[in-house]
């Protein structure tokens, strides 16, 4: 069997330059109830996430349905406003290399305090932090998407736009395509009315479409037409950054490949940047630089593409991937299930958020957070997860305190179905490392806070993973049909730690 197509030779190269920056952006959604509709609490729907997009680069943002991914797309935009956090637009490297330092010292503050925020409300009545708060505010009336005003922010608009999901939905029905496509560049006052038409019908021509079609209603079409009319749209202030919201989940796989091959070249022509959101793996893969795994408003993971894919270290980011298809009904491989439902974003579980569901879960994770940190010999491959010995790393300013990964009450592990094995002693699965009661093993020691973690079970080419018993009526994850581009391994660019 072939193996699953890499990314595409061809695949636009991103720059350097740094586009967006975010750093722990965070939107809650308040939830009011009673007579006087009081705030009993909040839908943390995004929550503390850090990643960068460079010019002409494409971010892959995947995860499971509720996890945040179009919230996120959304407040890139600012559609919506956050509840904190920053999103740096076009900062010079001097300026993105200090707002990383500030945001170490915070975090050291945060952790030698055990705040539970490093740029929140809970730093504000620390006095070692109020120069640092104070010159990253100065640098965010610069630079952050959320600071901008009047007619800064009126071009700024110009230069983010999306792509909505629903191509049958996102266009008027009582508008002619003409004026559909036409309506951005009307509202930013640009040009003359037969200017405006005549750059409608070369942004029809470039996404596919016949400039014939300038004087049709949208329900002429059929919907890989509507959404083409929908990138005519987004691409018609030239715009520097698109958020491609999910936008082939509604077409079939032929007209699939047709938009995405638009994309790609649209990208090359006019180094366009990327933030593409899907639940289809094999899209991500062919399409990306780098890819951010999100699970219930956290990153989990994060890596450039063929990393990723190739040696996956999150065991969320595993299961998702455990879980494409392949096309060869001669092929046999154990689908990783994961048991029960995704908690509910109004009550995180404490810790890890995965913990509940994880099949290797163990005490420290429903006690400690882990933070996002690069792991192994990659620098650019980051994993927030326990199985790993750098959850302290104080060279980056990222710091767990001891006493809460060491001195912790021993209990049986947590969301574990029972017919799954246990991490400790002589239970131990065969795929990990065992040992007697005597010696004590690996993953023993591991799951009591001594010692270092157990190897993770790695892929093999097929994209197997080691055999895991499962509950038997598992909630298995579903995901869309393969798409094959051209194969050849092209890398993105490194992320900055967040």
């Known amino acids: 069997m072939e193996e699953t197509p890499r990314l595409s030779a061809s695949l636009h190269p991103a720059s350097d330059e740094l586009l967006i920056s975010v750093r722990g952006l ?31 680069e494409t971010v892959g943002l995947v995860g499971e349905s509720g996890c945040g991914k179009t919230t996120a797309g959304r407040l890139l935009l600012r559609l919506i406003e956050p509840t904190g956090g920053q999103a740096f637009y076009l900062p010079p490297p001097d300026v993105a290399q200090r707002v990383d330092t500030i945001y ?25 932090a109020q120069p640092l708060l104070r010159e990253l505010s100065s640098i965010a009336d610069k630079y952050s998407l959320y600071r901008m005003r009047g007619r800064k922010l009126q071009e700024l608009r110009g230069k983010l736009q999306i792509v909505f999901q629903d191509p049958f939905s996102s266009l008027s029905p009582r508008m002619l395509v003409r004026d559909i496509i036409a309506e951005p560049m009307a509202i930013h006052h640009l040009g003359t009315r037969r200017q405006r038409y005549e750059r409608v019908a070369e942004l029809l021509q470039a996404v596919g479409l016949n400039p014939d079609h300038l004087w049709r209603f949208p329900h002429e079409f059929s919907g890989g037409q509507r959404q083409r009319i929908g990138i005519a749209r987004a691409l018609a202030l030239n715009p520097e950054f ?55 408003g956290k990153v989990a993971e994060t890596a450039p593409t063929n990393e990723l894919f190739d040696n996956p270290l999150h065991p ?17 491989r154990e689908r990783i299930i994961l048991s ?53 790393n104080p060279a980056m300013g990222l710091f767990t305190s001891r006493e809460n990964v060491v001195v912790i009450a021993p209990r049986e592990p947590v969301g574990i ?66 798409i094959s581009p051209p194969s ?5 660019n490194p992320l900055r730690p967040g």
């Not at 969320?316 to 046999?332: E, F, H, M, R």
């Open 26 to 56: 965070r939107k809650y959604f308040p939830i009011r109830g009673g007579v006087l509709s009081t705030h009993v609490g909040d839908v943390r729907a995004v929550d503390g996430i850090s990643f960068d997009i460079h010019r002409g």
């Open 104 to 128: 170490r010292e915070l975090r050291k503050l945060a952790a030698s305090r055990n705040l539970p925020e490093e740029d929140g409300s809970a730093l504000n009545a620390v006095a070692e």
């Open 242 to 296: 698109v958020v491609l919201d999910e936008p082939t989940s509604a077409l079939d796989v032929s007209v699939q490949a047709q938009i995405l091959n638009i994309l790609l070249k649209l990208q090359r022509e006019q180094n366009l940047a990327y933030l593409f959101i899907s639940h289809h793996l094999n899209v991500i893969r062919a399409v990306s630089h780098r890819v951010v795994v999100m699970y219930l």
């Open 316 to 332: 969320y980011t595993q299961a998702l991937l455990a879980a494409i298809p392949i096309p060869d009904p001669t092929v046999k």
């Open 417 to 482: 179905p029972s017919e799954s094995r246990p991490l400790s002693g002589a239970a131990a699965s065969p795929d990990l490392p065992r040992g007697d009661n005597a010696s004590g093993s690996r993953q023993g020691e591991w799951a009591q806070g001594n010692g270092p973690p157990p190897p993770l079970p790695s892929m093999d080419r097929t994209g197997s993973l080691p055999r895991t018993p499962m509950p038997k009526d598992p909630v298995s994850s579903t995901l869309g049909a393969p």
């Open 340 to 392: 029960g439902d995704v908690p509910s974003p109004a009550s995180p579980p404490s810790g890890c958020r995965f913990h509940t569901r994880c099949p290797m879960v163990m005490p420290i994770c429903s006690k400690v957070e882990p933070p996002l940190i690069p792991v192994g010999n990659r620098k650019d491959h980051f994993v927030a997860c326990h199985l790993y010995p750098e959850t302290s």
């Open 488 to 492: 050849s391994p092209a890398e993105g």
